[in-house]
Each structure stands twice: as structure tokens, then as C-alpha cells.
């Protein structure tokens, strides 16, 4: 890790160097550790240090951008010069006005925690004897993250963060079923090692066996980690100013108005005390807690600073790195929770599915916010208000916002998920939604 001060040298000499009308660096370092295990071995421990530093130069209203993951003289003056070069190249971007100027962002905690090779291995460990236990098989990784990540630009911003992860995740596997858990935490010892196996191990041997079952309408229990994969997809064509105004999001022209059902509220929280915490965007603009959706009426919409001006609104802190041609994303969203356990939805449910994760997740129809893909690791059949077995996965193609129209209860908790597939780190409840389309079933 460099430090603060080593960091903003760094930018001085960058902003120094450039001769454009504007000027913006991104800075980060980062320390990286991963341990891969597979068939109840480990087989891979890799640790590797990065350094990142991209450019963002206006001449006008002529944008280039440029990267390198050195930090030497020569190689600043040349990302510097090839940015330059590239903003010269291109055409002039009419909406374009200004770099944002600064503002003061909130003090968040910035202490970072390393994990240790033993306690990474000791984790890992735990997971395989409990399904060694069971005559199964787990594979999955730890991985440990710690970073730095500052942004400054010629009109005066500068804003610097560090933080770290730990994330344990597994997938079991036994002769026809399996079962997926995961657990993240700032610090190792916040990782629960004995649950993740405990329930992964729990759902395979639970989802043994599986029927298979007609697909058509049912009412699904969606665990949170199903949760957090549909609403990732919200996250990203949703409350997002680019889309919004193009009319490609099946928000848009509905702000002030019900768009999903009055038990659902969303929020954007990036200092929650469940999530790591980040209190500026790529911009160095400060972050805040927003409430997107109120009681299922919309209430506000993501913005950076090119929309922001383009649109006439205030910015809200969700800008991107550039070059970002996806607009403006909430990056710490989630869904309120509400006064239901999971055991008291499963209960209220006279026929319907129970959903551990979603899986090859792909869009549609924007618009509508169509999606399709697939259940996985444990989908179980439950009748009466009792699970009474377990059932081949399904296809499914579904419209998020009319599940989030048909949501029946939410759970009292929100839990904290992510995953070594990549997805973003989330809070998520469980939901009870009345409908959700299953087209096909699966052959496993």
C-alpha cells in the first residue's frame, strides 16, 4: 500500500504534466490474495500487487482517456500523451461542460485487514472436512482484497479511500444435487467459515434426489442470494439517468408515480453498516443515502456529473469510471426490509418453489426489464406451507419490475452476500413473490 501522500504526489506530477484544458487521474493500488480449492483439495494460493492509473483529458469539449498500471516518470508523461492524443482525435461531445469542481465527502473508516495464508487455508479447510463428512465434494475460493483508490482533477478535487474484503464462497456437490454459500467480511475474522459449509453441505444433502416438475406460474420464496441476482439488473437499467432519459429503462417518464407494489422500498446506502463503506464516486464526488423508491412510488433517479448538467438535476454521486458509456449506477442498493421471517413465508405458501440462487442471469427486453436464466443449487417444492421435496432446476423468464409488483412479504433481515462469480457485493432479504414464470425445465 502507498498512502495517501505517496498517492497525491503521484496525481501532482500527472496534473503537472498535462497541458489540456482539464484534467482527471484515477488512482489505485491493491493487495490480492486468493486461495482455490476443488474436488476437497486446494490447489492454487496466488497473491499479486496492482497499481492503476487512468486519464481523463478535455481539450474543449474533446474527450480522451488513457491508462497503464505504472507509476514511473516515463511512463505518467506517456498516458498523459496518449490521452492527449486521443482527445484530439475525436469529435467535440456537445453535452459535455465540466470536470465537477470540490466538495467535502464524508469521513468513513478507512482501516484496512489483511488475511493471513493460515487463516485463509484454515477457512477453506473447514468447508472440505464438513463435506468430506458427508461423502461430498467442495470446491469454491477465499479471496482476500485490500485497495487503495484515489481521484483528483486540475479544478482541485482530491478524495482518497482504502479498504479491504474477505470472501468465502462454495458450491458442493453430490452424485445429482448441490448447494451454494458464501460469507464477506472487512477481516478474516468476521468470515464464518462453519456456517458457510453448514449450509452449503445442508442443501445439497436437502436437494438430493430432485423431481422433475411442470414448469408454468408459480409462487416463489426467493432466498437472498436469488434476490441479489435479479436485483442486479435493476441496479443497472433502473434508476440510471442515461437510460431514464433515453426512455430505455422501464422507469422512465414514471417518476412521482407507483411503479412497484407499496411494500417496496429502494434504497442506495453507501455507508449502511453492513456494506463496505465508500463515501465518493469515480469523480471524487460525494456519496449519500438515497431512497430511490418510496412505498413502490419513484423518487429519485442515479446521476454523475455529465448528466447531471446535461439534465438539468443535481448530482448524486453514482458516477462510473471513464470512459462509462453504461451511465450513472447505485452501486450500494437494496431492498428494505420488511416483518417476516423466511420460515413464516414458507409457511404462508400452498403450493409454490423455494429458490436458492439464480444463475446465467441475461436481459431480454430492456425496457420491460425482461430476464431469463436459471435456478441452481437447491430449488425445493413446497405445498402446504411445509417443504416437501426437492425439484429440478427450471428456466425461467420473468419481468422484474412485475415481481417487484407482486412481492407478498419481505423478510425482517437483510443479508449481507457476494460471491467468487464476481457479482457485487449487496445487501439482500428474502421475498415471497405471488408469480414468477418458469418456461422450461432443466436436465439436472
Not at 101 to 117: I, N, Q, R
Not at 218 to 229: N, R
Not at 256 to 266: D, H
Request: aromatic share 8%.
Amino acid at each position: 500500500m502507498l498512502g495517501q501522500t505517496k498517492l497525491k504526489k503521484i496525481a501532482e506530477k500527472v496534473l503537472k504534466l498535462s497541458k489540456a484544458d482539464q484534467t482527471e487521474v484515477l488512482l489505485s493500488v491493491s493487495e490480492d490474495a486468493l486461495t482455490r480449492f476443488a474436488n476437497n483439495h486446494i490447489h492454487q494460493n496466488m497473491a499479486w500487487n496492482n497499481l492503476g492509473i487512468s486519464v481523463r483529458v478535455i481539450y474543449g469539449k474533446k474527450i480522451g482517456v488513457a491508462s497503464t498500471n505504472a507509476f514511473d516518470k516515463e511512463s505518467l508523461k506517456d498516458v498523459v500523451e496518449r490521452a492527449s492524443t486521443l482527445a484530439k482525435l475525436q469529435s467535440p461531445d456537445p453535452n459535455f461542460q465540466s470536470l465537477p469542481t470540490p466538495l467535502s465527502t464524508p469521513e468513513v473508516d478507512k482501516e484496512v485487514f489483511k488475511a493471513t495464508e493460515e487463516e485463509m487455508a484454515s477457512s477453506v479447510h473447514t468447508v472440505i472436512k464438513q463435506a468430506q463428512a458427508e461423502g461430498l465434494i467442495a470446491s469454491g475460493a477465499y479471496a482476500n482484497d485490500v485497495s487503495e483508490f484515489a481521484v483528483a482533477n486540475s479544478l482541485g478535487v482530491w478524495a482518497y479511500h482504502a479498504g479491504s474484503s474477505c470472501n468465502l464462497s462454495t458450491i458442493v456437490l453430490g452424485k445429482n444435487s448441490s448447494g451454494f454459500a458464501a460469507d464477506v467480511a472487512r477481516k478474516s475474522s468476521e468470515v464464518d467459515a462453519q456456517t458457510v459449509g453448514q449450509v452449503a453441505v445442508q442443501k445439497t444433502l436437502e436437494s438430493k434426489d430432485p423431481e422433475s416438475i411442470e414448469p408454468g406460474e408459480y409462487e416463489v420464496i426467493l432466498e437472498p442470494q436469488a434476490v441479489s441476482e435479479m436485483m442486479a439488473f435493476l441496479q443497472w437499467y433502473g434508476p440510471n439517468a442515461r437510460i431514464y432519459h433515453e426512455n430505455a429503462s422501464p422507469l422512465s417518464g414514471q417518476m412521482g408515480k407507483q411503479v412497484f407494489g407499496n411494500n417496496i422500498t429502494l434504497i442506495d446506502d453507501p455507508f449502511h453498516e453492513k456494506v463496505f463503506p465508500m463515501p465518493f464516486d469515480f469523480e471524487g464526488q460525494p456519496k449519500r443515502k438515497i431512497t430511490f423508491v418510496e412505498k413502490g412510488i419513484l423518487k429519485n433517479i442515479a446521476y454523475d456529473s455529465y448528466y447531471a448538467k446535461k439534465y438539468g438535476a443535481k448530482n448524486t454521486g453514482h458516477a462510473l469510471p471513464a470512459p462509462n458509456t453504461m451511465g450513472p449506477i447505485p452501486l450500494h442498493f437494496y431492498i428494505a426490509p420488511g416483518d417476516k421471517t423466511r420460515d413464516e413465508m414458507i409457511r404462508s405458501v400452498k403450493r409454490g418453489l423455494l429458490v436458492t440462487r439464480l444463475w446465467y442471469v441475461r436481459v431480454l427486453n430492456p425496457k420491460a426489464l425482461n430476464v431469463t436464466g436459471m435456478t441452481r443449487d437447491g430449488t425445493f417444492l413446497i405445498e402446504n406451507g411445509k417443504i416437501v421435496k426437492p425439484v429440478m432446476n427450471l428456466r425461467f423468464n420473468q419481468s422484474i419490475p412485475k415481481a417487484l409488483n407482486n412481492v407478498v412479504a419481505i423478510e425482517n433481515k437483510l443479508t449481507q452476500l457476494a460471491s467468487f462469480e464476481g457479482e457485487m457485493i449487496s445487501l439482500a432479504p428474502t421475498l415471497h413473490i405471488r408469480k414468477w414464470e418458469f418456461s422450461s425445465g432443466t436436465l439436472f
